[in-house]
């Protein structure tokens, strides 16, 4: 779909030993970017705002991006380490991307009251950020990236250092806002919640390199690479070019060798233990690192405290195999 490439986001990006990654995206599409630390994912959305150097190729809506100084990028950026100029109110942070491309200081005030109105702080339109609570701060940067209408959207860990509550209310938020955006939006996430209410696409970063992409749903249910497999809360085991996966709660604990011979059955030392749901969710350390739920009553009767040696076993029915790649 050639024309469609014309009016989305086409890049390949190349910064030297940190990042290689190819990233495409239709307009509406919400990309969620996820890995390890030090994957490449910041990189990845500095590369797209030209706050770094890179080389490769991006054409964003018909245009080339890597040639265009980051003020000439139809690009909104919502960075965790963004601040907003502390010396203007809220709506004059808003306003400031529209003055700075030549809009009428009435009409780009009414517009930055707009977007702080359907963010639902139109009221703290004259507080200055210091002012603000973190989360309303983080609204006002949201507002702040879509006044101008982005045909890209980069949002870097939005949510990061908000209190519990506080992101899980932003997060239905901008899910509704990213709904009615018609740019491309790409997140930057150590969430599976974000990656799975908000993206419309997973792409997967593993030591600066694309390890996995696609629909939200599929990735969680098939994860590739350890990482998220964690994030998704699932087990996964390499062997050559197959992966097998099992949720934690079919794994089985016990604290002596099980009988059977079964082909998954692991010894290990349990390295934690916290609740999860109506369980109890043991990370257990060993010839493999796997997590296990269990019920309360179990691990207070099997005693499953950190430093406890356990067997974990999983019948094959429980496993689902797919290939690697
Ligand atoms: N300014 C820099 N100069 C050189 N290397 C850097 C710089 N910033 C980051 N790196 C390196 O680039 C790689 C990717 O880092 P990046 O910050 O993009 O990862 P990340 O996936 O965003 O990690 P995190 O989840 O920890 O934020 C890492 O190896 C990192 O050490």
């Known amino acids: 779909m050639a024309g469609a490439r014309v009016t989305g986001l086409d890049a390949h990006l190349h910064v030297e030993g940190r990042l290689d ?5 239709e307009p509406g599409d919400v990309v969620a970017v996820v890995g390890p630390n030090g994957a490449g994912k910041s990189t990845l959305v500095h590369a797209l705002s030209g706050l770094v150097a890179c080389t490769g190729h991006a054409r964003l809506a018909g245009m080339d991006l890597l040639g265009r100084t980051p003020q000439d ?28 491309r030549g ?11 707009d977007w702080l109105d359907r963010l639902g702080i139109a009221e703290l339109a004259a507080r200055k950020p210091g002012q603000l609570s973190g989360g309303q701060a983080q609204r006002v940067a949201i507002a702040r990236a879509l006044v101008t209408s982005p045909d890209l959207l980069l949002l870097d860990e939005p949510f990061a250092g908000l209190d519990v509550g506080v992101a899980a209310t932003l997060r239905i938020e901008l899910g509704r ?93 349990v390295r934690g233990a916290a609740p999860h749901g109506d369980a109890i969710r043991l990370q257990v350390s060993g010839e493999r690192d796997l997590i296990a739920d269990v019920t309360p009553a179990a691990s207070r009767e099997l005693a499953l405290a950190p430093g406890r040696e356990v067997w974990l076993s999983v019948k094959e029915t429980a496993v689902t195999t797919y290939d690697a790649v």
Request: aromatic fraction near 4%; avoid cysteine; glycine fraction near 6%.
């Open 21 to 25: 990654a190819t990233l495409v995206a």
């Open 73 to 100: 990028r139809n690009v909104g950026v919502v960075f965790q380490d963004q601040r907003l100029f502390p010396h203007l109110s809220a709506v004059d942070n808003v306003a400031f991307g529209l003055r700075s």
């Open 103 to 113: 809009a009428d200081k009435h009409q780009a005030r009414a517009a930055g009251l």
């Open 177 to 269: 806002h990213l709904a009615d955006f018609a740019g491309i939006t790409v997140l930057v996430t150590h969430d599976a919640l974000d990656a799975l209410t908000l993206a419309t696409q997973v792409v997967v970063l593993d030591a600066g390199q694309v390890a996995q992409v696609g629909p939200p749903t599929e990735v969680a249910a098939r994860p590739l690479t350890e990482h998220v497999a964690r994030l998704v809360g699932l087990n996964v085991i390499r062997e050559g070019d197959r992966i097998r996966a099992f949720s934690p709660s079919v794994v089985t604990v016990s604290v002596h060798a099980p009988d059977d011979s079964a082909r998954n059955r692991w010894q290990g030392v």
